[in-house]
């Protein structure tokens, strides 16, 4: 498909703290390092799209109602500091509901694709765990590897484990923006 590449990222444990199952927008804290990234990639035009697993939904946790209220204020909150997100698409389905938007499954890469004209062969996923890194990789993008800080999952054994390697693995958002602006560049 001819397009635009884009960077898509995860949310939770990659833009802001992980808070397990967020419910209520104060919750949100930025991890450092995101902001500068983000401004980076939107500095240089790059669509940026936030993909993300929210089963809470499911789960009864909170409702899509608050989702958004959620992602609303993660949207404001980067766009008084630079940073500009295209878009925002979620699975709320359960881990074994066997749909087709649940990370690492690339429905939701597909769908922001069709929506927005992305050439997903040119794209890049950043994310904390290995799903988004295989996510990418179902779409043939580029799979970015940024542990959230202080690793709760234990990213370093998922990546033992797991069949696909990150194409790039960094401690700091900013320098996976850094990555992705060198190799786009070096396609023009």
């Given at each position: ?5 884009a960077v898509?990222?995860?949310r939770?444990?990659?833009?802001c703290?992980?808070r397990?199952?967020?419910?209520d927008?104060?919750g949100?804290?930025?991890?450092p390092?995101?902001v500068?990234?983000?401004?980076k990639?939107?500095?240089?035009g790059v669509?940026i799209?936030i993909?993300?697993?929210q089963?809470?939904v499911a789960?009864?946790?909170f409702?899509e ?6 992602h ?6 980067l766009q008084k ?11 709320p389905?359960?881990p ?12 939701l ?6 929506k927005h004209?992305?050439?997903?062969s040119?794209?890049?996923?950043i ?5 988004d890194v ?7 993008a580029?799979?970015?590897l940024v542990?959230?800080?202080?690793d709760?999952?234990g990213?370093?054994?998922?990546v033992?484990v797991?069949k696909?390697?990150?194409d790039f693995?960094?401690?700091?958002f900013s ?7 060198s ?5 023009v």
């Amino acid at each position: 498909m001819a397009g635009k590449p884009a960077v898509f990222v995860d949310r939770d444990g990659t833009i802001c703290f992980d808070r397990h199952y967020l419910a209520d927008p104060a919750g949100l804290e930025l991890i450092p390092t995101v902001v500068d990234g983000l401004k980076k990639l939107t500095k240089a035009g790059v669509p940026i799209i936030i993909v993300t697993n929210q089963s809470g939904v499911a789960r009864g946790y909170f409702t899509e109602e608050i989702l958004t209220k959620i992602h609303n204020e993660l949207v404001k909150i980067l766009q008084k500091q630079g940073a500009s997100i295209l878009d925002i698409f979620y699975c709320p389905h359960m881990p074994d509901a066997g749909c087709d938007c649940r990370k690492p499954a690339p429905g939701l890469l597909l769908r922001a694709s069709k929506k927005h004209g992305i050439d997903l062969s040119k794209s890049y996923v950043i994310g904390d765990r290995m799903m988004d890194v295989e996510m990418a990789h179902n779409v043939s993008a580029k799979g970015i590897l940024v542990p959230e800080p202080g690793d709760q999952y234990g990213v370093d054994n998922e990546v033992k484990v797991s069949k696909e390697k990150p194409d790039f693995r960094t401690s700091t958002f900013s320098e996976a923006a850094d990555w992705v602006l060198s190799r786009l560049k070096q396609k023009v």
